[in-house]
């Protein structure tokens, strides 16, 4: 399969993709054919059709997204929510993960309290931003895994990033 490349075009005005994202409904996500991706010089299928006959395992990002159109949990909800989510998801994981920030010191008490727990599910995970100190956080914090934020869409770039 022949990828085709694209050159890079210069925009005016940003595309917020009005038709995907109606601000009075969630987004939506459209999958209307089997998608080819090359990765590393290998191209990977993947059917939304097949995907639908697979085991649903949810990553949750209730203590990252969650808090960022509210005042933030205390330490003491999060790890009432992340109890209640270890026996919601089940001895199997349904709930398979859970980002936690790791930016101030009740962060890291939250993270610290909820992995004291001792529950298999969720694993602890966390989420950085794609700045150099950040990975210091993950590996004081002895996270096994975290999401990495790099924004590239017409929204950030044109009014977060001003450029």
Same mark, same amino acid.
């Given at each position: 399969?022949?990828?085709?490349?694209? +050159?890079?075009?210069? !925009?005016?005005?940003?595309?917020? *993709?009005? %038709? /995907?994202?109606?601000?009075?409904?969630? @987004?939506?996500? &459209?999958?209307?054919?089997?998608?080819?991706?090359?990765?590393?010089?290998?191209?990977?299928?993947?059917?939304?059709?097949?995907?639908?006959?697979?085991?649903l395992?949810?990553?949750?990002?209730?203590?990252?997204?969650?808090q960022q159109?509210? +005042?933030?949990?205390t !330490?003491?909800q999060q790890?009432? *929510?992340? %109890? /209640?989510?270890?026996?919601?998801?089940g @001895?199997?994981? &349904?709930?398979?993960?859970?980002?936690?920030?790791?930016?101030?010191?009740?962060?890291?008490?939250?993270?610290?309290?909820?992995?004291?727990?001792?529950?298999?599910?969720?694993?602890v995970?966390?989420?950085?931003?794609?700045?150099?100190g950040d990975?210091?956080?993950?590996?004081e914090?002895?996270?096994?895994?975290?999401?990495?934020?790099t924004?590239?869409?017409?929204?950030?770039?044109?009014?977060?990033?001003?450029?």
């Amino acid at each position: 399969m022949a990828t085709e490349v694209k +050159p890079l075009v210069e !925009v005016d005005e940003p595309n917020t *993709l009005d %038709d /995907m994202f109606e601000y009075s409904r969630p @987004p939506k996500v &459209v999958y209307d054919a089997t998608i080819y991706e090359e990765i590393n010089g290998e191209v990977v299928k993947f059917d939304p059709q097949e995907a639908l006959k697979r085991d649903l395992v949810v990553t949750d990002t209730t203590f990252r997204d969650g808090q960022q159109a509210r +005042p933030p949990y205390t !330490v003491e909800q999060q790890v009432k *929510l992340f %109890d /209640m989510m270890a026996k919601l998801g089940g @001895p199997n994981g &349904v709930i398979r993960q859970t980002e936690f920030f790791l930016y101030t010191a009740n962060d890291r008490r939250a993270l610290d309290d909820c992995r004291a727990l001792g529950h298999k599910f969720p694993e602890v995970t966390s989420w950085i931003r794609a700045d150099k100190g950040d990975f210091r956080l993950v590996k004081e914090a002895e996270v096994h895994e975290t999401g990495l934020l790099t924004p590239s869409s017409d929204y950030h770039i044109f009014y977060k990033l001003k450029k």
